[in-house]
């Protein structure tokens, strides 16, 4: 599913995957192929909750930091300006390290993503894209997805777009039913 990595990923990722005590789904799928914003990381070590599985994911290395700066990155520099007009910090640094570079945007905030990403033909992948993946990948059964998804939205306050995993399946595999990115 990943077809351009990295995947540069949001707060809403790092906190269904790290309040669930999932990020191990993130490491197996994405080592060396996932990286997170400076500014996303800001906005997750102020929920206590986060503070460890990111700073274990970071420390270990198979989650890379991306620091925006504008010597290094200009370009990305002012796209992330530009974009912190309408979205968040966090959003903005996501879709400005896609754009720039191909890269894949990890978010579910669809409304900010997915109009700018269809508009920029960047890749857009959600919390339920990376479950389908680690089902495809064999690291999770069906079953274990769909006991992450309750998790994801009894742990996070994430609001699904489907009741259960068998829905996520049905739109990735033969899109059936609410497209699911």
């Given at each position: 599913?990943?077809?351009?990595?990295?995947?540069?990923?949001?707060?809403?990722?790092?906190?269904?995957?790290?309040?669930?005590?999932?990020?191990?789904?993130?490491?197996?799928?994405?080592?060396?192929?996932?990286?997170?914003?400076?500014?996303v990381?800001?906005?997750?070590?102020?929920?206590?909750?986060?503070?460890?599985p990111?700073?274990?994911?970071?420390?270990?290395?198979?989650?890379?930091?991306f620091?925006?700066?504008?010597?290094?990155h200009?370009?990305?520099?002012?796209?992330?300006?530009?974009?912190?007009?309408?979205?968040g910090?966090?959003?903005?640094?996501?879709?400005?390290?896609?754009?720039?570079?191909?890269?894949?945007?990890?978010?579910?905030?669809?409304?900010?993503?997915?109009?700018?990403?269809?508009?920029?033909q960047?890749?857009?992948?959600g919390?339920?894209?990376?479950?389908?993946?680690a089902?495809?990948?064999?690291?999770?059964?069906?079953?274990?997805?769909?006991?992450?998804?309750?998790?994801?939205?009894s742990?996070?306050?994430?609001?699904?777009?489907?009741?259960?995993?068998?829905?996520?399946?049905?739109?990735?595999k033969?899109?059936?039913?609410?497209?699911l990115?």
């Open positions: 599913m990943l077809t351009q990595p990295p995947l540069v990923i949001d707060t809403g990722i790092v906190s269904r995957y790290g309040f669930t005590g999932r990020f191990d789904i993130l490491e197996a799928l994405y080592t060396d192929k996932i990286i997170i914003p400076s500014d990381v800001t906005e997750c070590v102020k929920v206590s909750k986060m503070q460890t990111l700073t274990q994911a970071l420390s270990s290395g198979w989650l890379k930091q620091s925006i700066n504008y010597v290094d200009t370009e990305i520099f002012t796209t992330f300006a530009s974009l912190t007009k309408q979205f910090p966090g959003e903005s640094a996501v879709m400005a390290i896609a754009k720039i570079n191909g890269y894949t945007v990890g978010c579910d905030d669809m409304a900010a993503a997915r109009k700018f990403c269809e508009r920029n960047i890749p857009l992948m919390s339920l894209g990376i479950l389908y993946d089902v495809n990948n064999q690291i999770l059964s069906a079953a274990d997805a769909d006991l992450v998804l309750n998790d994801m939205v742990k996070s306050s994430y609001r699904s777009p489907v009741k259960n995993f068998s829905e996520v399946v049905g739109w990735f033969n899109k059936k039913g609410k497209k990115y």
